[in-house]
């Protein structure tokens, strides 16, 4: 095996963002630590076989950090052209017990070497019953190859829940949500914890990055969204060529080219009140953007990266 074929599977360092600050034991960095571990020891031994190890738990049991549970998938449905949501199977009036931002962990095995990447569960914290999960398909990644044959009863290995945002109703005079792809799935939850309370009067202003407005998941969701009073949707596109070309819905809260400091102004100028930024996206996304906020004026005590 390869130094490259090694890195892929090399566990990902999570982000001061993803730890909680709970005191939780095990804590997402012990976890890390322990594949870190793992890893370094099949990759000595040249025997990747040892990274299949992992525990797997009872499916009586919702979820863990240390231990896999498996759960069903019971609907698969398209986004988009590689994106899909994938709903699984929990037990009549239970749920997840997720808090916002929170992010599980999935398991496969794909040619005999143990995978693990994290997803974020785009379903309201409180879903019973189930919990969905978006993701994007890449023609290259290791994890891809096995989720492109999954199938609807098939098992699947998840644990977790690990980070989250701490949130109460209210804490915040705006939210300012900015995301590119699938850095939309955290923000869902948060979207839907907001507008299903009543007593919560936070503005909501989300700025969603995609390509062209084909590549935009859920798109009936966040349009409904939009219709809240205190919620507001912004699409910036990078590869659509005229405004014109867009449904009259989406003209006048799109901008097309890539998101700017002159653009983010203009968003952060319309605000109602001075907002708490919420970031999602690739490592460059989140760099880019949080130096884009400070150059404008905005403290890092007032970001948060998922």
């Not at 730890?19 to 793992?38: F, N």
């Not at 309201?124 to 891809?144: E, W």
């Not at 998840?158 to 945002?165: L, N």
Request: glycine share 8%.
């Amino acid at each position: 095996m390869g130094d490259t074929d090694w890195s892929a599977l090399k566990p990902v360092e999570p982000s001061p963002a993803q730890c909680c600050g709970s005191g939780c034991s095990p804590c997402i960095y012990d976890l890390y630590q322990a594949d870190l571990e793992l890893w370094e020891k099949a990759k000595g031994r040249g025997d990747p076989r040892l990274l299949s190890k992992a525990k797997v738990q009872s499916p009586s049991v919702l979820l863990n950090t240390e231990t896999f549970t498996g759960f069903t998938i019971c609907s698969i449905e398209k986004e988009t052209e590689d994106t899909k949501r994938y709903r699984f199977h929990l037990p009549p009036d239970a749920s997840l017990g997720l808090t916002l931002g929170q992010h599980l962990v999935l398991r496969e095995s794909v040619n005999g070497l143990d995978v693990q990447r994290a997803y974020t569960p785009i379903s309201p914290i409180d879903a019973k019953g189930y919990f969905d999960v978006l993701i994007k398909v890449y023609d290259h990644g290791l994890m891809s190859q096995r989720i492109k044959c999954w199938r609807e009863g098939d098992t699947v290995l998840w644990r977790g829940p690990f980070g989250g945002f701490p949130y109460k109703p209210n804490k915040f005079g705006e939210l300012l949500l900015l995301c590119s792809g699938t850095g939309l799935a955290p923000m869902i939850p948060i979207l839907t914890y907001v507008t299903d309370n009543e007593d919560d009067e936070t503005f909501i202003t989300l700025v969603v990055c995609f390509r062209t407005l084909s590549n935009v998941y859920i798109r009936s969701f966040l349009q409904e969204e939009a219709r809240f009073w205190n919620v507001r949707v912004f699409y910036v596109f990078s590869q659509e060529k005229s405004l014109e070309d867009l449904p009259m819905s989406y003209r006048e809260n799109a901008v097309l080219g890539r998101i700017s400091s002159a653009s983010l102004q203009k968003v952060l100028d319309t605000c109602r009140k001075k907002p708490f930024v919420l970031l999602c996206g690739s490592a460059s996304f989140t760099e880019d953007l949080t130096a884009m906020l400070q150059g404008l004026g905005h403290s890092t005590d007032s970001i948060f990266s998922f």
